[in-house]
């Protein structure tokens, strides 16, 4: 008899689950001054499509595992092929089970990097910064001014 186990949170997966996992070099905004950080993410399939395609990216690498391999339970587990000082990102787990539910629906995808191995030959780029923790700060002046005659009926 074989034994599934499933997730509390997702049960239609299970550990066997094809996930992708990056390493991305990410920015922190602190005290004015902005700071590089390694961080390791879920990529989901259509994101990895993308990288392929070669649209540049913070991706360092990849590494194409299963659910089980990185989760345990609902708790993360770094990749051992990846930078082992880098921080996982916040709400792992969650976005590990989305991740996951789009190789499932689209396993095609799943080819790209074959389960097991490491891919890093992306079009590695940090011109755009992708700052984490940035706030949005909205003003009066990002209002869009209309015409008096806009809600009028004439």
Do not use: W
């Amino acid at each position: 008899m074989v034994n599934t186990v499933s997730y509390s949170n997702a049960p239609d997966l299970t550990p066997d689950d094809y996930i992708v996992i990056g390493l991305a070099t990410c920015f922190i905004k602190e005290d004015g001054e902005v700071h590089e950080v390694d961080v390791i993410e879920p990529i989901p399939s259509a994101s990895l499509e993308s990288l392929f395609k070669g649209v540049p990216t913070s991706y360092k690498s990849a590494v194409a595992t299963t659910l089980g391999s990185v989760l345990d339970g609902e708790t993360a587990c770094k990749p051992a092929q990846l930078d082992n000082s880098a921080q996982i990102v916040d709400e792992f787990s969650e976005r590990a089970f989305a991740a996951a539910r789009t190789y499932k629906r689209k396993e095609s995808a799943q080819s790209l990097i074959p389960l097991g191995k490491t891919y890093s030959d992306f079009q590695y780029s940090i011109e755009k910064k992708r700052v984490l923790n940035a706030q949005r700060v909205v003003s009066k002046d990002d209002n869009v001014k209309q015409h008096s005659h806009t809600h009028k009926v004439l």
